[in-house]
């Protein structure tokens, strides 16, 4: 597949799978060469598909940009221990500053929320660009609004309101092995703390 880079728009090819290994490497590599990359490379290939990869022909490397964040849901809803103790004191900050939120888990075929989770990515992108963060906005709300078109079967939205105003929200699936996977999680940072209590609410609900 060919995929763009998120921050330099610059394509690049990817695969998964392990059948044939030394002949689609062959010809990704071909492909790049053709397209005069002058240093061919393929990026966001699965670890399931390296497993056979000849060591004395390819170099691989990790990206830790794009690795996984695997959390304790415990650790997560309590903040406990020393290592957590500042998001602790955030979590708690927020409660005492915005005593009425409330957390809803809600249906994401409904299209009321759709629009309110649109809404609040449209506040969130907007408080991006004002800082700059080289985050592509366009793409990252392409993506959102491409995953709520599909039927993903079993996931689950948790939602921060005050009042009926949206202003944070998860959305999980579901994988093997009771692991729950965040694909998105926005909210309006003009409250402090909001991303610290919408994480430890999901997880008491996970």
Request: hydrophobic content about 40%; charged content about 25%; aromatic content about 12%.
């Amino acid at each position: 597949v060919v995929l763009s880079d998120h921050f330099t728009d610059k394509p690049f090819y990817s695969f998964i799978g392990n059948k044939e290994l030394s002949k689609t490497l062959k010809q990704l590599f071909a492909f790049s060469m053709d397209s005069n990359d002058s240093a061919p490379e393929l990026k966001q290939v699965p670890e399931i598909s390296l497993d056979k990869i000849d060591l004395s022909k390819y170099l691989i490397e990790i990206d830790l940009n794009n690795s996984d964040y695997v959390f304790s849901l415990n650790d997560l809803a309590t903040y406990q221990g020393s290592k957590l103790s500042n998001k602790r004191k955030i979590y708690h900050s927020f409660i005492r500053t915005n005593p009425e939120v409330t957390i809803k888990t809600f249906d994401l075929k409904e299209a009321n929320y759709k629009e309110d989770i649109l809404r609040l990515t449209e506040t969130w992108t907007k408080n991006k660009a004002k800082h700059n963060s080289g985050v592509n906005n366009h793409k990252e709300l392409l993506a959102l609004k491409r995953f709520l078109s599909i039927d993903f079967g079993e996931s689950l939205c948790v939602g921060a309101f005050l009042g009926d105003i949206l202003i944070g929200y998860s959305i999980f699936t579901f994988a093997k092995h009771r692991y729950a996977i965040c694909h998105f999680s926005k909210a309006d940072i003009s409250y402090v703390g909001i991303y610290e209590f919408l994480m430890s609410e999901s997880a008491k609900i996970l």
